[in-house]
């Protein structure tokens, strides 16, 4: 968790550079960036799921995309820490899951309201920080 951390933040202080800049506005990667910037919560929680997985290019293309740290931070966290909460309750017993595969029904309730509650913590954030931001400017001359 800590490389991709450090990996967004490196990315993020030098995504002006001029290579970084050409390298985003080609075709097919503007595109992707487009829909990253959309959902970049979504993008890296869902993909921080995975135990393997090109996770220096989910960290490059979310720094790219200018995702709020903060946000990054709370999906990498709370992607990460569902990951092994899923993979240890398969892996506990992993024939049960054939025995009972409704069970696996569980692991992806658990998934999906990981994910909307981290969607919450996400906006509930953003608007307070930008609240903040607004009363920050509020009185001074433009």
């Known amino acids: 968790m800590l490389g ?8 993020r202080k030098i995504a002006d550079r001029p290579y970084w800049q050409r390298w ?3 075709p097919r990667v503007s595109k992707g960036m487009r829909w990253v910037r959309r959902n970049a919560f979504s993008y890296v ?37 569902v990951m092994v909460f899923v993979i240890s309750f398969i892996g506990h017993d992993p024939a049960q899951f054939l ?21 919450r913590v996400e906006s509930y954030g953003i ?8 009363a920050g400017t509020a009185g001074r001359p433009s």
């Open 127 to 134: 608007r307070r920080t930008e609240a903040r931001e607004g």
């Open 99 to 119: 025995r009972h595969p409704e069970q696996a029904l569980y692991a992806l309730l658990f998934v999906a309201a990981t994910w909307w509650i981290g969607r």
């Open 45 to 81: 929680f869902l993909l921080s799921l995975f135990p393997v997985g090109p996770f220096v290019v989910i960290n490059i293309a979310a720094a790219l995309a200018r995702m709020r740290f903060r946000s990054f931070l709370v999906a990498i966290m709370l992607g990460k820490a």
């Open 24 to 26: 985003a506005e080609r």
């Open 4 to 11: 991709c951390l450090v990996t967004f933040a490196i990315i």
